[in-house]
């Protein structure tokens, strides 16, 4: 299978260097976008399954770029960026990156990373079709997006993972960590940012006010309760 892939990177030698190496490991078809207005277009003209994403790109960063493209796209987003500070890095998971990586990489991390989060999307594909209903919303597996009457709300792939989860184990406490390793498939080795980012994320589309949850609930140096009927 040819995965459709679109790299968005500003630097000339950096991008033949992704495409020597993308092209040689012979599963991907890349198209390459040097600014903002390069990606919009490629994303408007085909569909992609995974989006390589650089930070600092002229005029609109690649931040920015991602803050548009979730308001409509589902395609996992991975950063790649030579920034490597705190603040960056959550900032960009939680503004839809479904992983990080940070330059300089070794190019097996990156196909690694990749491979992990395209079996991720493969995965959701695979289940039943149903359509899954819970307090005021509708959520469609099918087309990963939640439905609120008429109003569509779309769905990173990495919330869309989460909220099924919660879905599947309503009700029950759910550790940290097992909801790391359950999105991720690896251990966090105590580095949990990434898990209470994409929740954040996921309380502003469903909570109807976040600061105080009644889906999400925290449950304080454990983990969460997902509790699908408890809206006020």
Same mark, same amino acid.
């Given at each position: 299978?040819?995965?459709?892939v679109?790299l968005v /990177?500003? $630097? +000339?030698?950096?991008? =033949?260097?992704? *495409?020597?190496?993308?092209n040689? !490991?012979?599963e991907?078809?890349?198209?390459v976008?040097?600014?903002?207005?390069?990606?919009?277009?490629?994303v408007?003209e085909? /569909?992609? $399954? +995974?989006?390589?994403? =650089?930070i600092? *790109?002229p005029g609109?960063?690649? !931040?920015?770029?991602?803050i548009?493209?979730?308001?409509?796209?589902?395609?996992?987003?991975?950063?790649?960026?030579?920034?490597?500070?705190?603040?960056?890095?959550?900032?960009?998971?939680r503004?839809?990156?479904?992983?990080?990586?940070t330059k300089p990489?070794?190019?097996?991390?990156?196909?690694?990373?990749?491979?992990?989060?395209?079996?991720?999307?493969k995965?959701?594909?695979?289940?039943?079709m149903?359509d899954?209903?819970?307090?005021?919303?509708?959520l469609?597996?099918?087309?990963h997006?939640?439905?609120?009457?008429q109003?569509t709300i779309?769905?990173?792939?990495?919330e869309?993972?989460?909220l099924?989860?919660?879905?599947?184990?309503?009700?029950?406490?759910?550790?940290?960590?097992?909801?790391?390793?359950?999105?991720?498939?690896?251990?966090?080795?105590?580095?949990?940012?990434t898990?209470f980012?994409h929740?954040?994320?996921?309380?502003?589309?469903?909570?109807?006010?976040?600061?105080?949850?009644k889906?999400?609930?925290t449950?304080?140096?454990?983990?969460y309760?997902?509790?699908?009927?408890n809206e006020?």
């Amino acid at each position: 299978m040819q995965y459709k892939v679109l790299l968005v /990177e500003d $630097d +000339l030698e950096n991008c =033949d260097i992704l *495409l020597h190496y993308l092209n040689k !490991i012979g599963e991907y078809t890349t198209t390459v976008a040097h600014n903002a207005k390069e990606a919009y277009a490629a994303v408007a003209e085909k /569909e992609f $399954d +995974l989006i390589l994403m =650089d930070i600092m *790109l002229p005029g609109e960063d690649g !931040i920015d770029i991602c803050i548009q493209l979730r308001k409509t796209l589902y395609c996992p987003i991975i950063f790649i960026s030579c920034l490597d500070d705190e603040e960056t890095i959550v900032r960009a998971m939680r503004m839809g990156g479904d992983d990080y990586l940070t330059k300089p990489f070794r190019y097996p991390v990156l196909q690694a990373h990749m491979e992990a989060v395209l079996r991720r999307v493969k995965g959701s594909t695979t289940r039943k079709m149903e359509d899954i209903p819970f307090g005021k919303y509708v959520l469609s597996v099918r087309e990963h997006v939640l439905m609120r009457g008429q109003e569509t709300i779309y769905l990173s792939p990495t919330e869309f993972e989460l909220l099924m989860y919660f879905l599947n184990h309503k009700g029950q406490t759910l550790a940290f960590e097992e909801i790391y390793q359950y999105i991720w498939k690896k251990p966090s080795y105590g580095d949990l940012r990434t898990v209470f980012s994409h929740v954040r994320n996921l309380r502003k589309k469903i909570e109807e006010n976040p600061s105080e949850p009644k889906y999400i609930v925290t449950v304080p140096r454990v983990g969460y309760i997902f509790s699908p009927g408890n809206e006020s």
